[in-house]
C-alpha cells in the first residue's frame, strides 16, 4: 500500500524553526519527485518547495526561498522541510506528495499520492 507520513508539526514561537518529514511506505521515494504545500484555513493549496528524484535540484517559493530548506535521505525513504525563522503567516497544515514524473512543479495537480498532514501553528 502506497503510503505518506507526514511528521514534526506542532506549536512554535516567530522565531523559531521545525523539521517536519515525509516517511514513504510501499514505494521507495528516490523515484519521485517530492513536493511540499501547505493550506491555511480559507486558503488554496500552495506549492513551497519540491526536490528532484534525480540530481536533487530543489524549487521553492518566494515566500519561504532562504528560510525553508527541503532534502531527502534515499536510505531512510524520508523527505525533510526545515523550516527557519517561521513567521504566523508561516501557519498551515503542511503536506508532502510525490510526482512520478518529477516535473519538478510547485503545482498540486503534478503529484499523485498526497500524505495526510500535519499541523503547523507559529504563534507567541
Known amino acids: 500500500q502506497v503510503q505518506l507520513v507526514e511528521s514534526g508539526g506542532g506549536l512554535v514561537q516567530p522565531g523559531g524553526s521545525l523539521r517536519l518529514s515525509c516517511a514513504a511506505s510501499?514505494?521507495?521515494?528516490?523515484?519521485?519527485?517530492i513536493g511540499w504545500f501547505r493550506q491555511a484555513p480559507g486558503k488554496e493549496r500552495e506549492g513551497i518547495s519540491c526536490?528532484?528524484?534525480?540530481?536533487?535540484?530543489?524549487t521553492y517559493a518566494y515566500a519561504v526561498k532562504g528560510r525553508f530548506t527541503i532534502s531527502r535521505d534515499n536510505a531512510k525513504n524520508t523527505v525533510y522541510l526545515q523550516m527557519n525563522s517561521l513567521k504566523p503567516e508561516d501557519t498551515a497544515v503542511y503536506y508532502c506528495?510525490?510526482?512520478?514524473?518529477?516535473?519538478?512543479?510547485?503545482?498540486?495537480?503534478?503529484?499523485?499520492?498526497w500524505g495526510q498532514g500535519t499541523q503547523v501553528t507559529v504563534s507567541s
Open positions: 506528495a510525490a510526482d512520478p514524473h518529477s516535473f519538478g512543479l510547485l503545482n498540486p495537480s503534478a503529484y499523485d499520492f
Open positions: 510501499g514505494f521507495s521515494l528516490e523515484h519521485y519527485g
Open positions: 526536490i528532484s528524484r534525480s540530481d536533487g535540484t530543489t
